[in-house]
């Protein structure tokens, strides 16, 4: 399975971005399991971001990005995103999708830099 990361940049604070990624190959492999979007800021340790589950829609959003950021996926284009809103410029870092049991498949990275 790959996963490709896409949709980050430069934004001003207060601005939107929204993130995609596509997962192409052995794409069954992650059938029946979460997606979910994890970023590294710089110095700090990866954090989950947000998650979805794979059947019922579920959600799950870390407190500092709740109310701001929306997760969600087409299961029919085996595509996630990430609906990014009122950015701060604590949310930059290199934004990671990730997606199958225990999280074992990765896409690269997509950078977010929001400025003051």
């Known amino acids: 399975v790959q996963l490709q990361a896409s949709g980050g940049g430069l934004v001003q604070a207060g601005g939107s971005l929204r993130l995609s990624c596509a997962a192409s190959?052995?794409?069954?492999?992650?059938?029946?399991?979460?997606m979910g979007w994890f970023r590294r800021a710089p110095g700090k340790e990866r954090e989950l971001v947000a998650r979805?589950?794979?059947?019922?829609?579920?959600?799950y959003y870390a407190d500092s990005v709740k109310n701001r950021f929306t997760i969600s996926r087409d299961n029919a284009k085996n595509t996630m995103y990430l609906q990014m809103n009122s950015l701060k410029p604590e949310d930059t870092a290199v934004y990671y999708c990730?997606?199958?049991?225990?999280?074992?498949?990765w896409g690269q990275g997509t950078l977010v830099t929001v400025s003051s």
């Open positions: 979805i589950s794979a059947n019922d829609g579920n959600t």
């Open positions: 190959g052995r794409t069954s492999s992650t059938y029946g399991y979460g």
């Open positions: 990730a997606a199958g049991p225990g999280w074992s498949y």
